[in-house]
């Protein structure tokens, strides 16, 4: 875990980035409780905003102007104040996001090895990534290029060896350190 947040940035919110399956969703749920935040997913306002979902989205349109109404989503999320963001796995590749979220978010990378976001998302049929010949390898090959933008984030934490609410109570501590300013 490593923790490298500038002092002067006011944290309103925690921004949770991660790989598919590394439990940004429930973990996000359970942070929001425990803290009485508001609860957003980012695919969740795209799939309500389009009425479409991601899968449609991605075969419809292509995953480049999936990207394009995910950057639109992050930029409306400036203004918003006790809210646990989860994101898109893909998210944090575009700079313009990473660096939007920190503006305002303790921004929080959930991290599990390749093995484990297989085992977690084997059998989930609603994720286009998955829809390769041979998934397990698109993971790995997904996993590698997109861990540079994820060590970007201000908390790295592994979740394959934690229950979800012991990454929550993790990320409520981080916050609440950081928020504090200590």
């Given at each position: 875990m490593t923790r490298a947040v500038n002092n002067d940035r006011h944290l309103a919110n925690i921004a949770l980035i991660g790989f598919m399956?590394?439990?940004?969703?429930?973990?996000?749920?359970?942070?929001?409780?425990?803290?009485?935040?508001?609860?957003?997913?980012?695919?969740?306002?795209?799939?309500?905003?389009?009425?479409?979902?991601?899968?449609?989205?991605?075969?419809?349109?292509?995953?480049?102007?999936?990207?394009?109404?995910?950057?639109?989503?992050?930029?409306?999320?400036?203004?918003?104040?006790?809210?646990?963001?989860?994101?898109?796995?893909?998210?944090?590749?575009?700079?313009?996001?990473?660096?939007?979220?920190?503006?305002?978010?303790?921004?929080?990378?959930?991290?599990?090895?390749?093995?484990?976001?297989?085992?977690?998302?084997?059998?989930q049929s609603h994720r286009p990534l998955l829809l390769d010949k041979n998934p397990q390898t698109k993971i790995s090959e997904l996993l590698a290029a997109r861990e540079p933008f994820y060590k970007q984030a201000d908390v790295l934490l592994n979740t394959d060896l934690r229950s979800l609410r012991e990454v929550a109570v993790q990320v409520v501590h981080q916050f609440r350190l950081e928020a504090s300013g200590q």
């Open positions: 399956g590394t439990g940004k969703t429930s973990v996000g749920r359970l942070v929001a409780d425990l803290l009485r935040f508001d609860y957003l997913d980012t695919d969740e306002v795209i799939q309500s905003g389009t009425g479409r979902t991601i899968a449609e989205i991605f075969q419809n349109d292509g995953e480049t102007a999936f990207r394009t109404l995910e950057g639109k989503v992050v930029q409306e999320l400036t203004g918003r104040k006790r809210t646990v963001i989860a994101t898109g796995g893909g998210l944090p590749v575009n700079p313009e996001n990473l660096t939007s979220l920190k503006t305002h978010s303790l921004v929080v990378c959930l991290w599990s090895s390749p093995e484990k976001i297989w085992e977690r998302v084997r059998h």
